[in-house]
T-cell receptor, first 114, second 115 residues
Framework: GESVGLHLPTLSVQEGDNSIINCAYS??????FIWYKQESGKGPQFIID???NMDKRQGQRVTVLLNKTVKHLSLQIAATQPGDSAVYFC?????????????WGLGTSLAVNP | DTEVTQTPKHLVMGMTNKKSLKCEQH?????MYWYKQKAKKPPELMFV???????INESVPSRFSPECPNSSLLNLHLHALQPEDSALYLC??????????????FGPGTRLTVL
């Protein structure tokens, strides 16, 4: 399943399927992007990050794709498991001026059906 | 130790109370952050400390007062809060330093309710 946009949609997938969560970022000067997972009642947890000099990065069961031309970021989760149910946030940052502020997307809620 | 800890987990306070939230990390990180998060919304940055000095204040009302006693500790002092200040307050830390990518490590948060 897929989700698009910066509002908080809910993406519902079957256990074992692949999930794709999309994020459109706003600042063409952003050079660092990060995905966080936030489970209910917990703080955000780092999943994976990518710099602007890359267009793909893989982790364990997760892949982040960056398309700078259209300012689009996606998170792919392979073989989605019930433990993947959470809200997923993308965030972007520009290192111009050594700014440490992350600009957060509005999040996507992922529900995994057993 | 790769954890950011926060105390208390839950806090209920009246509008005339004074309370403090505490955050601690022992990863040697030199940047620490306070965020406020409302339900179903992303975290909103409040303050950033870099090398124990306040570097960013996102126009936060003065009823929130941050303090960084040392590189491992971050406090948020609360006074005369309003019910709309009820939220999850998150602390985070990152390595800091010029040019370093800022993967921020988050604590579990303090769930604050203002009556």
């Amino acid at each position: 399943g897929e989700s698009v946009g910066l509002h908080l949609p809910t993406l519902s997938v079957q256990e074992g399927d692949n999930s794709i969560i999309n994020c459109a970022y706003s600042n063409s000067a952003s050079d660092y992007f990060i995905w966080y997972k936030q489970e209910s009642g917990k703080g955000p947890q780092f999943i994976i990050d990518i710099r602007s000099n890359m267009d793909k990065r893989q982790g364990q069961r997760v892949t982040v794709l960056l398309n700078k031309t259209v300012k689009h970021l996606s998170l792919q989760i392979a073989a989605t498991q019930p433990g993947d149910s959470a809200v997923y946030f993308c965030a972007e940052k520009s290192n111009a001026g050594n700014n440490r502020k992350l600009i957060w997307g509005l999040g996507t809620s992922l529900a995994v059906n057993p | 130790d790769t954890e950011v800890t926060q105390t208390p987990k839950h806090l209920v306070m009246g509008m005339t109370n004074k309370k403090s939230l505490k955050c601690e990390q022992h990863m040697g990180h030199r940047a620490m952050y306070w965020y406020k998060q409302k339900a179903k919304k992303p975290p909103e940055l409040m303050f950033v400390y870099s090398y124990e000095k306040l570097s960013i204040n996102e126009s936060v009302p003065s009823r929130f007062s941050p303090e960084c006693p040392n590189s491992s500790l971050l406090n948020l002092h609360l006074h005369a809060l309003q019910p709309e200040d009820s939220a999850l307050y998150l602390c985070a830390s990152s390595q800091g330093g010029s040019g370093r990518e800022d993967e921020q490590f988050f604590g579990p948060g303090t769930r604050l309710t203002v009556l």
